[in-house]
């Protein structure tokens, strides 16, 4: 499966703490994503990495990207309640289409 | 910008009707619409996607004839489930990207919660 995995499936973290989430994939990639679910709601895209970058900033997100060991990391400094949600990877493994492949999330409950 | 809603936000059905949810692109032209389905805390999974004008292209294992998929304009696509089940009832999320958009970037609308009784 070309499914991506993240780790770990739940993370229970205090406000103001950081929190780090992994995803690993199995083939080469075009870029990969990272999504955030609110329960029930759609998704919101948070940061885009291309397969020829390290590291992303965007406020208090921050992602790396390894292609050696076909895997990534999103950490959220600071974290706030608010941000309690389910964080997705989405990779694209190229194509006409730019389909993405989702792993299977990491539910962040922040407590205040 | 580059918003995407669906409608209705929620459906209940009986059994063994069809039940029709439409995704549009507000402000942009979408050339390329996909269709996921998600299961209560899985993750998503892509049914198909669709180009303006053409035929949807199916992931494999969904059964075509039962989620019929309609990319009529480049601001519409349609999701036909047809003959509802139970086991039909899920979360379905419809994303696009276009023309005036980054290409590597699909923008979601909020979702559709199908419930088949």
């Known amino acids: 499966s070309q499914q991506g995995e993240e780790d770990p499936q739940a993370l229970s973290i205090q406000e103001g703490e950081n929190a780090t989430m992994n995803c690993s994939y199995k083939t080469s990639i075009n870029n990969l994503q990272w999504y955030r679910q609110n329960s029930g709601r759609g998704l919101v895209h948070l940061i885009l990495i291309r397969s020829n970058e390290r590291e992303k900033h965007s406020g208090r997100l921050r992602v790396t990207l390894d292609t050696s060991k076909k895997s990534s990391s999103l950490l959220i400094t600071a974290s706030r309640a608010a941000d309690t949600a389910s964080y997705f990877c989405a990779t694209d493994f190229g194509g006409s289409n730019y389909k993405l492949t989702f792993g299977k999330g990491t539910l962040l409950t922040v407590n205040p | 910008g580059a918003v995407v809603s669906q409608h209705p936000s929620w459906v209940i059905c009986k059994s063994g009707t069809s039940v029709k949810i439409e995704c549009r692109s507000l402000d942009f032209q979408a050339t390329t619409m996909f269709w996921y389905r998600q299961f209560p805390k899985q993750s998503l999974m892509l049914m198909a996607t669709s180009n303006e004008g053409s035929k949807a292209t199916y992931e494999q294992g969904v059964e075509k004839d039962k989620f019929l998929i309609n990319h009529a304009s480049l601001t519409l696509s349609t999701l036909t489930v047809t003959s509802a089940h139970p086991e039909d009832s899920s979360f379905y999320i419809c994303?696009?990207?276009?023309?005036?958009?980054?290409?590597?970037?699909?923008?979601f609308g909020p979702g559709t919660r199908l419930t088949v009784l």
């Open positions: 994303s696009a990207r276009g023309r005036l958009t980054s290409r590597d970037t699909q923008y």
